[in-house]
């Protein structure tokens, strides 16, 4: 959720990087992946179609970790910056597949109650 905030609270600043990445419509793209990651991320935390949300954070962490935007090929510093949030993001999905296995959990607005 923090890095939906983020990308909401400084739209240029990441259009800005998308921009650089050569991808089309960067201040929507911007908008959209703040849009999902917050709404998603609050879906998950109040447990409301928890699965749901979780769908739709791993597909968009799936499409951000195969987009030129994380490329690999970068040489130096760069290139061990982008294999750690490469494998940071690898590690997210695999917990957001923990966690659709798993449900909501009994204390969430759509809890199994039986």
Do not use: Y
């Not at 949300?53 to 982008?82: C, D, F, K, Y």
């Amino acid at each position: 959720m923090f890095s939906g905030l983020t990308k909401l609270f400084d739209v240029t600043g990441t259009a800005g990087h998308i921009q650089a990445k050569g991808l089309p419509s960067p201040a929507a793209l911007a908008i959209a992946a703040g849009i999902v990651e917050v709404t998603c991320g609050l879906m998950v935390i109040i447990g409301w179609r928890t699965r749901t949300a979780l769908i739709a954070l791993i597909l968009s962490l799936h499409v951000r970790s195969h987009s030129p935007v994380s490329r690999l090929l970068e040489l130096g510093r760069e290139m061990t910056n982008q294999m750690i949030h490469a494998f940071n993001n690898v590690a997210m999905i695999g917990w957001m597949f923990v966690l659709l296995g798993a449900g909501p959990g009994r204390i969430a607005v759509e809890a199994d109650r039986s």
